[in-house]
């Protein structure tokens, strides 16, 4: 090779270098501190519910802390399962996070014989961000009051052949988990009627297309102050503020009994540990400004902000809880 023709090669192979290892515009852009371009936030439900408000509000918080944009993707279907794939292949680099419910990692592995992601392995939980409560609500036209007229009521139809029909949103939500919980603790037969999200949920509710669920009880409230619903009782550990004539369901002759949503925001495995350490300190900095608290406390959402070994400790305590749940309901899916 020519001294000419080599020294070009050279100058080729040194632009090619630095292109890619930081003096060019791309690797410019790669040394760049954390966040340097907008982040997405995938959430595994419906848009308009209670989490995917709260979602939006931490995002938008975040987003000026970051000084980012954080767009908010929602990708619900098969009880979670859709978006937290999505999640678990992502890239392991900070730009796509994810916000799910705690029991599509905690409950969806006993329900789901396969699944596809692993909820112990493909994620690094950054934190569980919130709680909220589930009530048990009947339309007007069903003559109960109480828990115990509940439970004779369900008894009673199942006696005639007719079991109740109770509404969800949806296989593996909440709603359905507390009622297929309570369902085995009381001893009573229902018929599960799923629907893809709360929210078309709760409008047949209130129509009177189905008559009974176990619903978060966020949004709930006006439904029931305004008589649309009858709230019977509320499943955490004690009353709502925004209802605290609403006894519990331990109150209400079942001692112990104690169901409460809660939501996790979630990384890919293999993020950065500095990174995901930010995450989690925008997350607890969200979460203490005075209107996310009294958005939160409007639909009876608590703020919890969890980090650390906390969290995957109660998820996993969860998941061997939900375990025997799932089992004793007879609920696995194939």
Request: charged letters at 20%; glycine letters at 8%.
């Given at each position: 090779?020519?001294?000419k023709r080599?020294?070009?090669?050279?100058?080729?192979?040194?632009?090619?270098m630095a292109?890619?290892?930081g003096?060019g515009?791309l690797?410019?852009?790669a040394?760049?501190?954390y966040?340097?371009?907008l982040i997405?936030?995938?959430?595994?439900e419906?848009?308009?519910?209670?989490?995917?408000i709260?979602t939006?509000?931490?995002a938008?918080?975040?987003?000026?802390?970051?000084?980012?944009p954080i767009?908010?993707?929602?990708?619900?279907g098969?009880?979670g399962?859709i978006g937290?794939?999505?999640?678990?292949r992502?890239?392991?680099?900070?730009?796509?996070l994810?916000?799910?419910?705690?029991?599509?990692l905690?409950?969806?592995p006993s329900?789901?014989?396969k699944?596809?992601?692993d909820?112990?392995?493909d994620?690094?939980?950054l934190?569980?961000?919130?709680t909220?409560?589930?009530?048990?609500v009947?339309h007007?036209?069903?003559?109960?009051?109480s828990?115990a007229?509940?439970?004779?009521y369900?008894?009673?139809?199942?006696?005639?052949?007719?079991?109740?029909?109770?509404?969800?949103?949806?296989?593996?939500t909440?709603g359905?988990l507390v009622m297929e919980?309570?369902?085995?603790?009381a001893?009573?037969?229902a018929?599960?009627v799923?629907?893809?999200g709360?929210?078309?949920?709760?409008i047949?509710?209130?129509?009177?297309?189905?008559?009974?669920?176990?619903?978060?009880?966020?949004?709930m409230?006006d439904?029931?102050?305004?008589?649309r619903?009858?709230a019977?009782s509320?499943a955490?550990?004690s009353r709502?503020p925004?209802?605290?004539?609403?006894?519990?369901?331990?109150e209400s002759?079942y001692?112990?009994?104690?169901?409460?949503?809660?939501?996790?925001?979630?990384?890919?495995?293999?993020?950065?540990?500095p990174?995901?350490?930010?995450?989690?300190?925008?997350?607890?900095a969200?979460?203490?400004?005075p209107?996310?608290?009294?958005?939160?406390?409007a639909?009876?959402?608590?703020?919890?902000g969890?980090?650390?070994?906390?969290?995957?400790?109660?998820l996993?305590a969860?998941?061997?809880?939900w375990?025997k749940?799932?089992a004793t309901a007879?609920?696995r899916?194939?």
């Amino acid at each position: 090779m020519s001294p000419k023709r080599s020294s070009h090669f050279v100058g080729l192979l040194f632009a090619s270098m630095a292109l890619g290892y930081g003096q060019g515009p791309l690797g410019a852009a790669a040394q760049q501190p954390y966040p340097n371009r907008l982040i997405k936030v995938i959430y595994s439900e419906v848009a308009g519910g209670p989490t995917d408000i709260v979602t939006r509000a931490i995002a938008d918080k975040m987003s000026i802390s970051l000084k980012q944009p954080i767009v908010v993707e929602n990708r619900p279907g098969a009880g979670g399962n859709i978006g937290t794939e999505a999640i678990a292949r992502a890239t392991s680099d900070g730009y796509t996070l994810g916000m799910v419910l705690g029991t599509t990692l905690t409950v969806n592995p006993s329900i789901y014989k396969k699944l596809p992601f692993d909820p112990n392995k493909d994620f690094r939980p950054l934190s569980i961000v919130s709680t909220s409560g589930n009530m048990l609500v009947v339309h007007p036209s069903v003559p109960i009051n109480s828990v115990a007229e509940f439970v004779a009521y369900a008894k009673a139809a199942a006696a005639r052949k007719e079991p109740i029909a109770y509404a969800s949103g949806g296989i593996g939500t909440p709603g359905h988990l507390v009622m297929e919980n309570f369902r085995v603790r009381a001893d009573f037969e229902a018929i599960h009627v799923p629907y893809r999200g709360n929210a078309p949920m709760v409008i047949d509710l209130v129509a009177g297309q189905v008559k009974i669920g176990f619903v978060t009880s966020a949004g709930m409230m006006d439904h029931v102050q305004a008589g649309r619903l009858k709230a019977l009782s509320v499943a955490r550990a004690s009353r709502s503020p925004l209802a605290p004539e609403v006894p519990t369901i331990a109150e209400s002759g079942y001692p112990g009994f104690r169901v409460e949503n809660y939501s996790v925001m979630l990384a890919p495995a293999g993020i950065p540990e500095p990174i995901a350490a930010l995450l989690e300190r925008e997350v607890q900095a969200a979460l203490k400004h005075p209107d996310i608290i009294e958005r939160l406390r409007a639909m009876d959402t608590t703020p919890v902000g969890m980090i650390g070994p906390e969290v995957q400790a109660r998820l996993k305590a969860d998941q061997e809880a939900w375990a025997k749940v799932v089992a004793t309901a007879n609920m696995r899916l194939d």
